[in-house]
């Protein structure tokens, strides 16, 4: 059965980190994107970041935000840095078969998709 987990998230106060996780099971990341994307209240899901892990390839909406893949572990984080209010939402992670080189955090693209975790940046 394919499935993502995501953790990592909670409370964090404005100018801190978090390090959020994406565990896939049922399939290995070597041939898929994986996404993240954030959904805040009442706004529309966005696309964060993308990594093609056939090539180890990344793309990012936000400097703040760098993902990486640990293909061992079947697992893909998102660190965050000098997080803001405005980042606060639930972040999912999501995956794509996709074999290029240039992965997109475009949502329809996505297949399968995890519960997501709650991240809150407040003071």
């Known amino acids: 059965q394919v499935q993502l987990v995501e953790s990592g998230g909670g409370l964090v106060q404005p100018g801190g980190s978090l390090r959020l996780s994406c565990t896939v099971s049922?399939?290995?990341?070597?041939?898929?994107?994986i996404g993240w994307f954030r959904q805040a209240p009442g706004k529309e899901r966005e696309g964060v970041s993308c990594?093609?892990?056939?090539?180890n390839t990344t793309d990012s909406e936000d400097s703040r935000f760098t993902i990486s893949a640990d293909n061992a572990k079947n697992t893909v984080y998102l660190q965050m840095n000098n997080l803001k209010p405005e980042d606060t939402g639930v972040y999912y992670c999501?995956?794509?078969?996709?074999?290029?080189?240039?992965?997109?955090?475009?949502?329809?693209?996505?297949?399968?998709w995890g519960q997501g975790t709650q991240v809150t940046v407040s003071s």
């Open positions: 990594i093609s892990n056939t090539f």
């Open positions: 049922g399939f290995t990341l070597y041939g898929y994107a």
């Open positions: 999501a995956a794509e078969r996709f074999m290029g080189r240039t992965c997109a955090s475009v949502a329809r693209r996505y297949e399968v």
